[in-house]
């Protein structure tokens, strides 16, 4: 499995596949490309679909400004991954140099095609399975983040307070703001909404719903107005993470290097998933998405409990079980309908599900690794339509409606 720091990264919104994944792409011919002066950028599936409304022209424009560029969207050519992109390279005479072609994998990670690897990777556990690292664990008596430190060594805990501090500073910018959300769909911004009110006379369920809520839907705005978010494990799952223990931070006056171990801990969880799953909506839906940002959250929140291994893993299974085959289904391809309310629901159900497993503790019957595999499958299996197209489910609807 590959570093913490391949899975929590720091960049601008709307979404990883589609504008840091492109935007990596277009870097990789920057660094190795030097007689290029035309690029012809051409976009299919998901990426040209929805590319419009995650601004993956605009962030292809803006890496490749000192060259000629032009972007084609082709809507009707199948390829082999969802999230492919094509670069034909052209010299000053108009020669083709060379021609790229690219899939966007998830949490801004770029495969080119033909060398099979990622463009940045860089394999640092010798697990694959939470099974492997469960029993490793065991063995060598030590926690999920002690296992972190021991593989990755301590200079990552330096990048995930970067991480850390970058997760609060998105939730203190998004609840100082208002107004509406760029791209057309009117979106009001809700954070400052639901966190100013919250009335002292509330019971303490109320206000965590509240203000659980609030912290979700702040980074969430952040990240679909093209603020600086993490990846947790997307851009479009941002909010859940931050929100779950950020809330768990005031309420129980955790210190940060607690917060920063509930992080490694969550990491564990989504590189599992990254590793034998997808944490793209455009190949597996939504489930992906969110459904592995519920589950990373789900397991830190059960560390931040001291809750053992076992329940760890059974606060993530649960966490990701429940959101099995949903959808993925954005309005006019914006990273606001029904993704940011979406963050806010699944940072609630990660509370739920670490204290179910906490509750029923024991009783597990379906390990991580089982419902990963299945989500997998059933992502697969789901129709083109509902994994990041807008051609199907709410995306159609609404515009019938519209």
Known sequence: MESLIHLYKIGHGPSSSHTMGPETACNYILDNYSNVHKIIATLYGSLALTGKGHLTDRIIYQTLKSLNVEIKFNFDQITTHPNTMVFDLFDFNGNLLDSLKFFSVGGGDVILDGSNKKIIKKDVYPFKSFDEIKEFCKKEKISLCELVYKFEGTDIKKHLEKVYETMESSISNGLTKDGELPGGLHVLRKAAQLY????????????????????????????????????????????VLPASIFYLKQKNNLNKEKIIDAIAVAGIIGNVIKTNASISGAFAGCQSEIGSACSMAAAAIAYLKDESVEEIEYAAEIALEHHLGLTCDPINGLVQIPCIERNAVAALRAIDAAN????????????????VKTMYETGKDLSHEYKETSIGGLAKNYKKEG
């Open 356 to 371: 179910l497993a906490k509750f029923l503790k024991g009783t597990r019957k379906i390990s991580f690794d089982t419902v």
């Open 196 to 239: 100013n009110s919250i009335e002292l006379q509330e019971s303490s369920d109320i206000k965590e719903l509240r203000l659980v809520s609030s912290y979700a839907f702040a980074v969430s705005e952040e990240n679909a107005s093209g603020g600086k978010i993490v990846t947790a494990p997307t851009c479009g799952a941002c909010g």
